[in-house]
């Protein structure tokens, strides 16, 4: 039977052959993973380089010299660029590398905590908003048990991954919440 692997980096590590030259590869894919995201986006919107390029101004050979770009040659505008010819938003984080991980996570729980709250009260000025936001906590809760179970059973035998400087994240998928949003601007103003 023929062994099925979930990624290339995964492939890439059970090779046989020498540690170096795998490496040598798996750096040259973690280098690009901004390239990666950005023609993930792309195609994701159903856009060819040239219709993107047309949408930001520029020539599709450019659009091409991102996609294939490595993550220290990306910019800010690049990446705002996309953002806008996509209909997303760019979020940038930074944080303090001595940050115990411990600490990041409690960070990001109460982050999770304040939008959480703040989608309650924008839901209280409509029924049906408020219904579905209560149908979303539900979902919440559901995805957040299966993060924490699933981290939970890898204790054993697991070495903690390399970190990288760049983290990148697949966008959240748009959700139609036009009412909540026409909602949410007398709440956060």
Not at 37 to 57: D, M, T, V, W
Not at 84 to 104: I, P
Not at 130 to 149: A, H, L, R, S
């Amino acid at each position: 039977m023929m062994e099925t692997y979930k990624s290339v980096l995964e492939l890439i590590k059970n090779l046989p052959g020498e540690d170096s030259f795998k490496e040598l590869v798996e750096n040259e894919i973690q280098g690009k993973r901004l390239a990666k995201l950005l023609f993930y986006l792309r195609c994701k919107g159903n856009f060819s380089q040239k219709e993107l390029a047309h949408k930001i101004g520029c020539s599709q050979s450019r659009i091409s010299k991102i996609e294939g770009a490595p993550n220290e040659e990306i910019t800010v505008k690049d990446l705002e660029d996309y953002a806008k010819a996509l209909g997303l938003q760019v979020e940038l984080g930074f944080s303090n590398s001595s940050t115990r991980l411990v600490d990041r996570i409690k960070y990001h729980a109460f982050r999770i905590k304040e939008c959480l709250e703040r989608l309650s009260v924008i839901s209280k000025r409509d029924e049906k908003i408020e219904e579905g936001v209560k149908k979303f906590y539900k979902e919440v809760f559901v995805n957040m048990n299966t993060i924490i179970t699933r981290s939970f059973s890898k204790f054993h035998g697991q070495e903690p991954q390399k970190r990288s400087l760049v983290n990148v994240s697949a966008p959240v998928e748009k959700i139609d919440y036009e009412r909540v949003v026409e909602t949410s601007s007398s709440v956060t103003k």
